[in-house]
T-cell receptor, first 112, second 113 residues
């Protein structure tokens, strides 16, 4: 199994631009999680899906953030418009019947 | 609100030493506790998961214990190696939050050769 796949691995953009992060979970996993990691706030859960349905988006910081999961093998996290304070590493993780979450390598986002 | 604290924030030890990382949580109503490892620039790798009904889990040189009533967990690493150098994160799945994990800030471990 290839594990959780995220793209791009690095993204540099200018303030005000739209940013789209992508995630492919492990096949057969029915939970998908989006996290953000910063030095100041550590690792925070933004949103998670179960069977492609958003269950809890209470961690999404603002309306500028949105996430979708159109099918079981693909999810996106979009930031529009982006701001410098959005600079962070964004992780996607997936989980199956067992409790362990499997993390992707992350997308390192820098908003100038 | 569940809060997870990890002590120490950083640790530097010589190779071969046994060491203990500590994790504490404020709400004992949990489903499980997990220990993760994060290498620089990489994602998280699950090391051990302890269900709320369990007292400990072992994997190789790693042993994690859980005392739910006191809100504490420890990760014991035996005979440390330079390859163990990484950030170790503790995360709790609370009954209040369901499938959401609440993470500690991590312990940065450096094992010197």
């Amino acid at each position: 199994d290839a594990g959780v796949i995220q793209s791009p691995r690095h993204e540099v953009t200018e303030m005000g631009q739209e940013v789209t992060l992508r995630c492919k979970p492990i096949s057969g996993h029915d939970y998908l999680f989006w996290y953000r990691q910063t030095m100041m706030r550590g690792l925070e859960l933004l949103i998670y899906f179960n069977n492609n349905v958003p269950i809890d988006d209470s961690g999404m910081p603002e309306d500028r953030f949105s996430a979708k999961m159109p099918n079981a093998s693909f999810s996106t996290l979009k930031i529009q418009p982006s701001e410098p304070r959005d600079s962070a590493v964004y992780f996607c993780a997936s989980k199956g019947v067992q409790e362990t979450q499997y993390f992707g390598p992350g997308t390192r986002l820098l908003v100038l | 609100k569940q809060e997870v604290t990890q002590i120490p924030a950083a640790l530097s030890v010589p190779e071969g030493e046994n060491l203990v990382l500590n994790c504490s949580f404020t709400d004992s109503a949990i489903y499980n506790l997990q220990w993760f490892r994060q290498d620089p620039g990489k994602g998280l790798t699950s090391l051990l998961l302890i269900q709320s009904s369990q007292r400990e889990q072992t994997s190789g040189r790693l042993n994690a214990s859980l005392d739910k009533s006191s809100g504490r967990s420890t990760l014991y690493i035996a005979a440390s190696q330079p390859g163990d150098s990484a950030t170790y994160l503790c995360a709790v799945a609370s009954m209040e939050y369901g499938n959401k994990l609440v993470f500690g800030a991590g312990t940065i471990l450096r094992v010197k050769s």
